[in-house]
């Protein structure tokens, strides 16, 4: 069992035929439903997944954080993963654990698989709302840091390691090359629905920049961007925790209103 705040989740297992199983922990509660998708080679278990778990029990709201393939206590490798088949997760949780409209919260690199689940299941999803999110980083904030050298040395080993949020990670070609199939910056992206998008000004991992830039290809009309200064790429200080809940309550409310629920 996983204490947090007084609520108590076991943690179920969603099994797959055709690729690894998946942990997940679920509250039951009104719709919108609630999905947290956290970033790489992170977890279900971060702080901030936890407070949002925490916020909807309190406001009885159906809730979903898992750990994707290769990740905390899902199967897989996760030198295996890449975008596409982190995306499938994503939609595979959507399809088998959720019904009706959801509200996606993608944190880092979850921020970038909700904008692609969301271009697959548009019609279920009722908002988004990106917590540091980062769209496009093997291509723009892994490759393109690499010198020559380590080029090719990706190219000549399949693999290289870099440092991540102070950890040393192996990074396959694999990876590199399935995200360039999945680039969202450099183009219009097709989704309606509110957004929400807040970023730290001393965030060192992903530039806080990346949540403008992501406002401009976003079709929608209703997209909010709160950049604060002193935050860093994790947003797990009391304050952000704050806003984050401010935030969501706030995107809760206006989805509702816009189905009319």
């Known amino acids: 069992m996983m204490q947090t705040s007084g609520i108590s989740t076991k943690t179920s297992i969603l099994t797959r035929d055709y690729c690894s199983a998946i942990a997940y922990n679920k509250l039951n509660g009104e719709n919108p439903g609630i999905v947290f998708i956290h970033g790489f080679k992170s977890n279900k278990n971060s702080e901030k997944a936890l407070a949002i778990e925490n916020f909807c029990a309190n406001h009885n709201k159906a809730f979903i954080r898992f750990d994707m393939s290769g990740h905390g206590e899902s199967a897989g490798n996760f030198e295996d993963g890449t975008i596409s088949s982190w995306t499938n997760d994503v939609i595979d949780v959507l399809d088998s654990l959720t019904s009706g409209p959801q509200i996606l919260i993608g944190s880092s690199m979850g921020g970038w698989l909700m904008l692609l689940a969301t271009l697959a299941r548009c019609n279920r999803i009722a908002g988004l709302f990106g917590l540091a999110a980062a769209p496009d980083f093997t291509e723009e ?25 102070s950890e040393a990670l192996l990074v396959s070609n694999k990876l590199i090359k399935d995200g360039r199939k999945h680039l969202i910056l450099q183009k219009q992206i097709n989704i309606t629905c509110p957004i929400r998008l807040i970023h730290g000004q001393k965030d060192n991992d992903v530039p806080w920049n990346t949540a403008l830039r992501l406002q401009e290809r976003l079709v929608s009309d209703d997209v909010e961007v709160i950049l604060i200064k002193s935050s860093d790429h994790h947003l797990n200080k009391p304050d952000d925790i704050v806003l984050i809940k401010e935030v969501l309550d706030s995107l809760i409310k ?5 189905l009319n629920l």
Do not use: A, G
């Open 254 to 258: 206006k989805s509702k209103n816009l």
């Open 141 to 165: 904030l892994i490759f393109n840091s690499f010198n020559e050298k380590q080029k090719e040395t990706l190219l000549r080993k399949n693999y290289i390691m870099i440092k991540n949020c």
